[in-house]
């Protein structure tokens, strides 16, 4: 008895619901919709297909097509994959000669510092600033210029110890500034 | 229904004519969604996608005869996803004014039409704590009226698999029934 009643609620219910057809409003909201999306969509796709014809157009069987697109896929990832590691690797390298500068110019900046000025009058020397003084030559210069400094040094020492010496030299200087002309 | 030779023209393209497929597919394709998914907005976005997929689907189908299961096949592999990426909900406390609507609307003379805020909720009520196969199985069956071949061709599920899923959905239901009415 109970189980029959159960049944025909069971019936009574789904006979209600199948009877109860839900009530669609505005419709042509969603047909205007559905074709938005369609046209959009295939704008969008059209341009690609347009893209891939004008690439693949020559190859007229479907699937060596479709091969060739999944190569070239391939390759492309490859190509921005490598081109990547590569810049990864110079901006390393870039990195690595600042850090070396730095430690060299920390070590020995007065050297850097001579370097630096002979090159610059290396290039004042040369015609329209243009510079044409070789590595090698810029370090013999650097070691006559060092070796000239030691001499010098030498010489200021030997005449401070020679006061006989010092004032002959003085009055030699002295005479040779009166007949230096003016420039 | 679709015919013949609307989705012959639509097969080569003309969007205009798909627009009447659209217009006719419409009320099929909301009505199955929103008894399986029990939700008027999920309903329309869903009868969007079935549309959009079946224009891009068209060269595909075989014969106009076979739209409408095809396009039913569409519209419901599309609400059981969207149910199977849906958590199954917890047992909602049960509101005895819920039941009490349904058992007014049991005793009542004559077969009477639910409103689609009062048809959604005593769907999600009954059928809260079915399986998603379940459910798809029961809203095809019981309230669509197609029969199990048809189901078996939307669905993609065994026969015998067909049946289980309807037997354990109408068990289901009908003790709730019983239990609180």
Not at chain 1, 78 to 104: L, W
Not at chain 2, 43 to 65: G, N, P
Not at chain 2, 125 to 141: A, E, G, M, R
């Amino acid at each position: 008895m109970k189980m029959t009643q159960g049944n025909d609620r069971y019936d009574r219910m789904v006979k209600i619901l199948k009877n109860s057809r839900p009530d669609l409003t505005h419709p042509e909201e969603i047909e205007n919709e559905v074709i938005g999306r369609i046209q959009r969509h295939s704008q969008r796709s059209g341009r690609f297909s347009d893209f891939i014809e004008s690439l693949f157009g020559w190859v007229y069987i479907g699937w060596v097509r479709r091969s060739l697109i999944g190569v070239s896929v391939v390759l492309v990832a490859i190509f921005v994959y490598q081109q990547a590691f590569i810049f990864r690797q110079v901006k390393n390298i870039s990195k690595q000669i600042v850090i070396t500068g730095n430690e060299s110019s920390a070590v020995s900046s007065s050297v850097l510092d001579k370097r630096l000025t002979l090159y610059k009058m290396s290039a004042r020397l040369s015609p329209a600033g243009e510079i044409r003084i070789s590595e090698s030559q810029l370090e013999e210069l650097l070691d006559s210029y060092n070796d000239l400094q030691v001499k010098y040094k030498d010489l200021l020492r030997i005449i401070e110890g020679d006061p006989e010496l010092k004032g002959y030299i003085e009055n030699k200087l002295k005479e040779d500034k009166k007949y230096k002309p003016d420039i | 229904m679709v015919e013949k030779e609307l989705i012959e023209e639509c097969r080569n393209g003309d969007l205009h004519n798909f627009r009447k497929v659209v217009e006719k597919s419409t009320p099929l394709i909301f009505t199955v969604a929103f008894r399986i998914l029990g939700d008027e907005d999920a309903a329309r976005d869903i009868v969007q996608d079935t549309m959009v997929a079946v224009w891009q689907k068209l060269s595909k189908i075989k014969t106009a005869e076979s739209y409408k299961t095809w396009v039913y096949r569409i519209a419901v592999n599309k609400c059981y996803d969207q149910l199977r990426m849906q958590k199954r909900q917890k047992e909602e406390r049960i509101d005895e004014r819920e039941w009490a609507v349904i058992s007014n609307h049991l005793s009542e003379e004559g077969i009477t039409e639910l409103e689609n805020r009062e048809n959604a909720r005593i769907i999600s009520l009954l059928t809260n704590q079915l399986s998603p196969k379940q459910k798809t199985v029961f809203v095809l069956s019981e309230l669509e009226g197609l029969d199990s071949d048809e189901i078996v061709r939307i669905t993609g599920m065994a026969k015998s698999v067909v049946k289980a899923n309807l037997y354990y959905a109408r068990r289901n239901i009908g003790s709730l029934l019983q239990k609180y009415l």
